[in-house]
């Protein structure tokens, strides 16, 4: 499966940018789907997950309640609503997918494919 993220860009705090990932295969609806994010100097960090047939989504507490994981599985996409954007929130974004175990689903090593990144930056 390749993945084609986009969507990024530069944005004040305070503002909203929704991320986009497209995948290349129907297959795409069979995995679980995720946003990873890595700023300069970091790991790579859990941001947004989401199983199967859009079931319950999980977050990182330091998005809850501002950011929102959905998926199209029509369209073989997923996407990423990013409100209340902090300078904090700057980073390279990820999508990736996989079939992780639930205790994974955090995890980078749980996911198999991933899209090139798009670069999010919020400016103070």
């Known amino acids: 499966v390749q993945l084609q993220a986009s969507g990024g860009g530069l944005v004040q705090s305070g503002g909203s940018l929704t991320l986009s990932c497209a995948a290349s295969?129907?297959?795409?609806?069979?995995?679980?789907v995720a946003w990873f994010r890595q700023a300069p100097g970091k790991e790579r960090e859990f941001v947004a997950g989401?199983?199967?047939?859009?079931?319950?989504?999980y977050y990182a507490d330091s998005v809850k309640g501002r950011f929102t994981i959905s998926r199209d599985n029509a369209n073989n996409a997923v996407y990423l609503q990013m409100n209340s954007l902090k300078p904090e929130d700057t980073a390279v974004y990820f999508c990736?997918?996989?079939?992780?175990?639930?205790?994974?689903?955090?995890?980078?090593?749980?996911?198999?494919?991933w899209g090139q990144g798009t670069l999010v930056t919020v400016s103070s």
């Open positions: 989401r199983k199967v047939y859009n079931s319950n989504p």
């Open positions: 990736g997918a996989g079939r992780p175990i639930t205790s994974m689903i955090r995890e980078p090593s749980g996911y198999h494919y």
């Open positions: 295969e129907r297959t795409f609806s069979s995995y679980t």
